[in-house]
C-alpha cells in the first residue's frame, strides 16, 4: 500500500520556503541577481522580441495571441523578467508566478509551450549575468530563479488537475493515490 508523502501537505505559498530550500537559493545569489536589475532593464524590450517572435513563428503558440495588445503582453512578460533580477523571491513572488500558471491553465495553454519558453529566458539571463562581477555565480543564480519559476508553473497546472480529480472523486488522498496509479 502506498504511503502518504509530506510533501502532499505543502499547500499555495508555502512552496516557497520548501523550494528554496531545496533549491540552496542564498543571499549571494539573491544580490547578484538584485546588482544585474539595471542591465536587465537594458535588455528586457530584447528579451521580449526574442520571446514573441518565436511563439509568433509556431502555429500552435500562435492562435494564444491573435487579438490580443502586444504591447501589454510584452510589458507583461518583461515584468515577469525583471522580477527575476529584483532580488525577492518571497510568498508573494510565488503567489503571483502560481496566478501566472493558472492563467496559462484557464486559457488552456498546455505546460509544454511555457516551459519551452524558457531557453530563451535563461539566454538573456545569462548575458545579463556576463556583465556582473561574479559572471559564473551569477549565471548559477539564474538557472535556480528560472528552475523556481518553472517548479511554481508545474505547480499551478498540477493544482488545478488535483482539484479537478479531487471534486470527482471526494477527497485528495484518493485523488493522489490515483494520479499515482494506485486507485
Do not use: C
Request: net charge negative; proline share 2%; charged share 30%.
Amino acid at each position: 500500500m502506498a504511503q502518504d508523502r509530506q510533501s502532499w501537505a505543502i499547500k499555495d505559498e508555502a512552496i516557497y520556503e520548501d523550494l528554496v530550500q531545496l533549491m540552496n537559493l542564498t543571499s549571494e545569489d539573491i544580490n547578484l541577481l538584485k546588482e544585474l536589475y539595471p542591465e536587465a532593464e537594458k535588455r528586457v524590450r530584447e528579451m521580449t522580441d526574442d520571446f514573441y517572435s518565436r511563439l509568433f513563428a509556431h502555429e500552435m503558440t500562435k492562435e494564444y495571441f491573435e487579438g490580443k495588445d502586444m504591447e501589454y503582453l510584452h510589458k507583461m512578460i518583461g515584468n515577469w523578467f525583471l522580477d527575476l533580477f529584483r532580488g525577492n523571491y518571497d510568498q508573494d513572488y510565488v503567489k503571483q508566478r502560481l496566478r501566472i500558471g493558472h492563467i496559462h491553465v484557464k486559457i488552456g495553454l498546455p505546460v509544454r509551450y511555457p516551459l519551452a519558453m524558457i531557453d530563451i529566458i535563461n539566454a538573456h539571463g545569462e548575458k545579463i549575468a556576463e556583465t556582473g562581477s561574479n559572471p559564473e555565480k551569477a549565471k548559477e543564480a539564474v538557472q535556480k530563479v528560472t528552475a523556481l519559476d518553472i517548479a511554481i508553473f508545474n505547480q499551478a497546472y498540477e493544482d488545478n488537475q488535483l482539484n479537478h480529480l479531487v471534486e470527482l472523486v471526494g477527497n485528495e488522498r484518493l485523488a493522489r493515490r490515483l494520479l499515482q496509479g494506485l486507485g
